[in-house]
T-cell receptor, first 112, second 110 residues
């Protein structure tokens, strides 16, 4: 597609439930990144996929967080047993190899 | 690991004023990017810098890649209300992942 698409744009969930956030990167972009942005804060790196290489999961805050990228394209970020501190905007970005990142509009997650 | 600092953290200016913000690092980079994030949106790339000393303009925006390769500056001339947002710098060294700064929050008063 023309840009990075994220869905849903907003998600409200009850504490303890699992959520899945989706990212459709720009077609042909080999690299895909997930970031988390808490209210009024900067960008917190979560995970990075590059081609067929093993993902860099060094930013995932706990084992409740996981992500996969199927067929080198669409990615899903899963948060299990959500907690209130998981409330944030989750941003996805993609790039060609090591070029500049193009961000999606994010998914605003609210855990109540 | 590498960290970037941005200053100021936030600023309030009058419409029409010029704005200056900077980004500093304890380590060198060979690519600098400046992004702007509008409320409720993802960051959008404004300017990319690839060479020490490089000065690049994009409309009212001008950014410079510091000679030491450890800093970068972004200037906005004659600010307008739609300049409101968070400005992030990002640095990259030798094809590694970009490191993002914490952002400068700009408010423009009419």
């Amino acid at each position: 597609g023309a840009g990075v698409s994220q869905s849903p744009s907003n998600k409200v969930t009850e504490k303890g439930k699992d959520v899945e956030l989706r990212c459709d990167p720009i077609s042909g972009h080999t690299a895909l990144y997930w970031y988390r942005q808490s209210l009024g804060q900067g960008l917190e790196f979560l995970i990075y996929f590059q081609g067929n290489s093993a993902p860099d999961k060094s930013g995932l805050p706990s084992d409740r967080f996981s992500a996969e990228r199927t067929g080198g394209s669409v990615s899903t970020l899963t948060i299990q047993r959500t907690q209130q501190e998981d409330s944030a905007v989750y941003l996805c970005a993609s790039s060609l190899d090591w070029g500049g990142y193009t961000f999606g509009s994010g998914t605003r997650l609210t855990v109540v | 690991g590498q960290q970037l600092n941005q200053s100021p953290q936030s600023m309030f200016i009058q419409e029409g004023e010029d704005v200056s913000m900077n980004c500093t690092s304890s380590s060198i980079f060979n690519t600098w990017l400046w992004y702007k994030q509008d409320p409720g949106e993802g960051p959008v790339l404004l300017i990319a810098l690839y060479k020490a000393g490089e000065l690049t303009s994009n409309g009212r925006l001008t950014a410079q890649f510091g000679i030491t390769r450890k800093d970068s500056f972004l200037n906005i001339s004659a600010s307008i209300p739609s300049d409101v947002g968070i400005y992030f710098c990002a640095g990259q060294l030798n094809g590694q992942n970009f490191v993002f700064g914490p952002g400068t929050r700009l408010s423009v008063l009419p």
